[in-house]
């Protein structure tokens, strides 16, 4: 069962034919058909599913070959919402580090897929099909008894308020307030969760930047001077936790959830975050309710290992140990020294010997290798260089899947 030992995030390098299978989609404006795009996915994903099978990894994904950005089209499939192009800055916080990035001169916002509520939202399981494809199309790869390993990122519930001005994730007409929205959306991802558990899903990853910007002082203090905003930088912070546990609050026991604090991986290596997490630590570890904590640990940009003393003994962490920013390899020894360094703070905090606290302890890269379809500085072989040194740090730990 997840979380295993040796962990990735998600995403992988894609291949060239697929870019260019998809360049030429846009370019020329033809049918995913008629550039013979289900032949070259459905052959990318299964080439995807046993490299990492052959790297010894159990919780495979489709390498997120199936979208654009790492969010995907989940958001787009769900009715009532508004796609934005060439949007007014106004809309945004432009103190949010990834609207930052996306900020032009004339002051225009480039929204890269970004979506609003323009009536309320609801859930189609006809119209809900890209998550839907891009698990089948790894189950295609697999023998059915190896389908619960399965790891599907989606989007945090999130991820299309944060970025908005106060009261612009959404058109008047559609929700008045933050409270109303934010119970559809729960709402939209159970049902969502629900589509994907009753296909064999049973391993979920909710990828979330905004968690990690909560951790910056650049963030919190554009917060603190956005007159627009209802209440504190912290009351937003609850708000998403209480949406996070109200959009899984009906799934079954052994449908297990995590949440990866991305601190962004853009095009050319790119990060949006910074700051340790002790500022949201303990409130996150012990009201969050996921299975699972996926934190970046690559740079002195997290801090220590301090903030692990709040992990509750039920839940596990993932230490984002190894780079996917760098194409250097990192020196295994020193990262198996930070994996036992993170267990002694994890055990001080519960009350654990050592091992015991390792028993909840994985390993993985910092982040997934290609968030977006291209623009990395790695290759896929050092892609395989740094998969293949956290399987071998797992196994010299803990010598086991």
């Known amino acids: 069962m997840p979380p295993f030992r040796a962990e990735h995030m998600g995403s992988l390098l894609r291949p060239q034919e697929l870019l260019e299978v998809r360049e030429a989609i846009r370019e020329k404006g033809i049918s995913a058909e008629e550039a013979g795009l289900p032949e070259v996915e459905k052959a990318a994903v299964a080439h995807v599913v046993k490299l990492q099978q052959d790297l010894g990894f159990k919780a495979v994904t489709s390498g997120e070959y199936n979208r654009t950005r790492f969010w995907g089209l989940m958001w787009d499939e769900f009715q009532g919402t508004i796609r934005l192009q060439d949007a007014e800055a106004s809309m945004f916080r432009l103190y949010h580090p990834d609207v930052v990035s996306l900020i032009e001169q004339d002051r225009k916002v480039m929204p890269g897929d ?65 409270a109303d929205y934010f119970k559809d959306v729960a709402k939209v991802y159970q049902a969502e969760l629900a589509l994907l558990y009753d296909a064999g899903l049973r391993n979920v990853q909710f990828d979330d930047p905004g968690l990690a910007y909560f951790c910056s002082d650049k963030f919190r203090k554009g917060w603190a001077e956005d007159a627009d905003n209802i209440g504190t930088v912290d009351d937003l912070l609850d708000s998403y936790i209480a949406l996070y546990n109200d959009s899984i609050s009906k799934l079954p026991a052994d449908f297990h959830t995590g949440v990866h604090l991305c601190r962004g991986n853009f095009i050319g290596g790119r990060f949006f975050a910074e700051g340790a997490y002790d500022i949201i630590a303990q409130k996150l570890f012990t009201e969050l309710k996921v299975n699972t904590f996926y934190l970046e640990y690559d740079t002195e940009r997290a801090g220590g290992f301090e903030p692990l003393k709040f992990l509750p003994k039920d839940k596990y962490v993932v230490i984002g140990a190894i780079s996917t920013k760098l194409r250097d390899l990192e020196n295994k020894e020193e990262i198996k020294q930070r994996i036992y360094k993170a267990a002694e703070f994890v055990a001080a905090g519960s009350g654990q010997t050592r091992e015991e606290a390792l028993k909840r302890i994985a390993i993985s890269p910092q982040c997934g290798f290609s968030t977006h379809e291209s623009g990395y500085p790695l290759t896929e072989e050092d892609e395989k260089k740094k998969l293949g040194l956290v399987r071998q740090i797992a196994d010299e730990i803990w010598g086991e899947a």
Do not use: C
């Not at 009536?119 to 399981?125: D, E, Q, V, W």
């Not at 698990?135 to 989606?154: C, D, F, H, Y």
């Open 114 to 178: 970004s979506v609003i509520a323009g009536s309320k939202l609801t859930h189609s399981a006809e119209a809900s099909q890209a998550n839907l494809h891009e698990l089948r199309l790894v189950q295609a790869s697999l023998p059915e008894s190896e389908w619960g390993n399965i790891k599907l990122t989606v989007i945090t519930p999130a991820w299309f308020h944060m970025r908005y001005k106060q009261g612009r994730a959404y058109t008047p007409q559609a929700y008045s307030n933050d």
